[in-house]
């Protein structure tokens, strides 16, 4: 079956600019993750959804951050004004349960801010 | 507060000759443990990962990784390299019951395999 999927693939947006980025899990899969990961490092976690509830957002950076999966399953990252410094890999993972399994995740989307 | 320390950011290997990637970690109680692989262009695929039993697991493409509970490590050892096992590897924890829900990674090591 298909992976998780994320798009754009790839964003460039000017300073100043919203942007949102696109998480699709897959099916089926009741837990929802994004990370952060900064060039040269590993990712850092951002907020958490067990279905359509946003169990844990103590790692978004800023209020301008804001996540959502209002249905369960897609699941959307947005950011507000963007700054410089949230040039980075923005990575969703999905997991079948609320358990400490294996995460699944895609390929993360390049967010370029200039 | 959980945290993951890979000491080595660089680590070059001969194709064919062992590997051993080091993992140490900061914990509370019941630490659940991974080791991630991350190529180019590609998102992160799961080694293999620990929750307990065992402290010997093995994993996919000929890796393993042991538990030692006494050095809080998770090292990651494969006994032949091949080209293709170039990439990023990510070490990774959650603690059980420790209140957070995203994995804590480390900050990768960078492995190269020259010919």
């Known amino acids: 079956g298909a992976g998780v999927s994320q798009s754009p693939r790839y964003k460039v947006a000017k300073r100043g600019q919203d942007v949102a980025l696109r998480c699709d899990p897959i099916s089926g899969h009741v837990s929802l993750f994004w990370y952060q990961q900064a060039l040269g490092q590993g990712p850092e976690f951002l907020t958490y959804?067990?279905?359509?509830?946003?169990?844990?957002k103590s790692g978004l950076p800023s209020d301008r951050f804001f996540a959502e999966r209002p249905e369960g399953s897609v699941s959307t990252l947005k950011i507000q004004r963007t700054q410089q410094e949230d040039s980075a890999v923005y990575l969703c993972?999905?997991?079948?349960?609320?358990?400490?399994?294996?995460?699944?995740f895609g390929p993360g989307t390049r967010l370029t801010v200039l | 507060a959980q945290s993951v320390t890979q000491p080595d950011i660089h680590i070059t290997v001969s194709e064919g000759a062992s590997l051993e990637l080091r993992c140490n970690y900061s914990y509370g109680a019941t630490p659940y443990l991974f080791w991630y692989v991350q190529s180019p262009g590609q998102g992160l695929q799961l080694l293999l990962k620990?929750?307990?039993?065992?402290?010997l697991v093995q994993g996919i493409k000929g890796f393993e990784a042991e538990f030692k509970r006494s050095q809080s490590s998770f090292n990651l050892r494969k006994p032949s390299v091949h080209w293709s096992d170039a990439a990023e590897y990510f070490c990774?924890?959650?603690?059980?019951?420790?209140?957070?829900?995203?994995?804590?990674f480390g900050k990768g090591t960078h492995l190269i395999i020259q010919p």
């Open positions: 620990y929750f307990s039993g065992d402290t």
């Open positions: 990774a924890v959650v603690e059980l019951g420790g209140g957070a829900d995203g994995l804590t």
């Open positions: 993972a999905s997991s079948l349960e609320r358990d400490y399994n294996e995460q699944f």
């Open positions: 959804f067990q279905n359509e509830a946003q169990l844990d």
